[in-house]
């Protein structure tokens, strides 16, 4: 059986978009990729303003399954993969 993903949140800090980025349009537009790339899962985007640096650990990348035993490792990566494609686009990279 496959590992079906609840939810996952990936957050950033805003001072780390480039210079003239609308936070609330790229948060908007990312949870919106990563809802149609996993239909079903509750998608979260939390950042914080007037910040740049090292992500903490409240905004990483996290990703809840169906099985709690499951390792997600894999899932994240994917996950981050995703959020690159996305900003790929968003940016025209």
Known sequence: METKIISITAGFLAGNL???TDPVHYANSLRE????AYPGAEVEIPWQANTSGAIPQPLKTAVQTDDPMEPNHDLIQDVEGEILGHDREYWQL
């Open 18 to 20: 480039f210079e003239g």
């Open 33 to 36: 990729h990563l809802e149609r």
